[in-house]
T-cell receptor
Framework: KNQVEQSPQSLIILEGKNCTLQCNYTVSPFSNLRWYKQDTGRGPVSLTI?????NTKSNGRYTATLDADTKQSSLHITASQLSDSASYIC?????????????FGDGTTLTVKP | EAGVAQSPRYKIIEKRQSVAFWCNPI?????LYWYQQILGQGPKLLIQFQNNGVVDDSQLPKDRFSAERLKGVDSTLKIQPAKLEDSAVYLCASSLESSEAFFGQGTRLTVV
């Protein structure tokens, strides 16, 4: 069964600190992995997308890593800001399909405090 | 570029009543999705359209949920009759074929 497990479930950090969110998956055959940011009351917005051959990808203060051998991904947030408070969702898609055949994790809720 | 539009933003109904949600995707996006997101969980796909045809509705509770996209543009999702466990955010998303899905703000449904 295709599954995506995220940890931790929730995280509280102080503004300016760094943090790392984890995503483990059993989805096969793997096509790509996306990290989404979902602000409260909003729809998810894509931060990064990574394919099998990519190990790391950055988007500003967000850096995603992928280890396709161990089926693990992480999202590192540098110098956190209050606006980073949101849910971060890991989504893994199977080969040659679009988001409709994707498996969503339950997300990590990040709270950044001043 | 206008994003995915959904309405209403919020809806409160009593159990056994019916409710309908509307979605207007990004112009030119052939693929449209409806997701159900229960509090604390990730979105779960209910139905996927390609133009006006259904690609995947395997997780749609067809005894009470229905969706249509008659002209291949906007779409409606209906629940009849609603149950307490249908309380969730209903997200609509659209994409070009095999590309990133863009989500609307969602409709928060509360069934009391």
């Amino acid at each position: 069964k295709n599954q995506v497990e995220q940890s931790p479930q929730s995280l509280i950090i102080l503004e300016g600190k760094n943090c790392t969110l984890q995503c483990n998956y059993t989805v096969s055959p793997f096509s790509n992995l996306r990290w989404y940011k979902q602000d409260t009351g909003r729809g998810p917005v894509s931060l990064t997308i990574m394919t099998f051959s990519e190990n790391t990808k950055s988007n500003g203060r967000y850096t995603a890593t992928l280890d396709a051998d161990t089926k693990q991904s992480s999202l590192h947030i540098t110098a956190s800001q209050l606006s980073d408070s949101a849910s971060y969702i890991c989504v893994v898609s199977i080969y040659n399909t679009n988001a409709g055949k994707s498996t969503f994790g339950d997300g990590t809720t990040l709270t950044v405090k001043p | 570029e206008a994003g995915v539009a959904q309405s209403p933003r919020y809806k409160i109904i009593e159990k056994r009543q019916s409710v309908a949600f509307w979605c207007n995707p990004i112009s030119g996006h052939a693929t449209l999705y409806w997701y159900q997101q229960i509090l604390g969980q990730g979105p779960k796909l209910l139905i996927q359209f390609q133009n006006n045809g259904v690609v995947d509705d395997s997780q749609l509770p067809k005894d009470r949920f229905s969706a249509e996209r008659l002209k291949g543009v906007d779409s409606t999702l209906k629940i009849q009759p609603a149950k307490l466990e249908d309380s969730a955010v209903y997200l609509c998303a659209s994409s070009l074929e095999s590309s990133e899905a863009f989500f609307g703000q969602g409709t928060r449904l509360t069934v009391v």
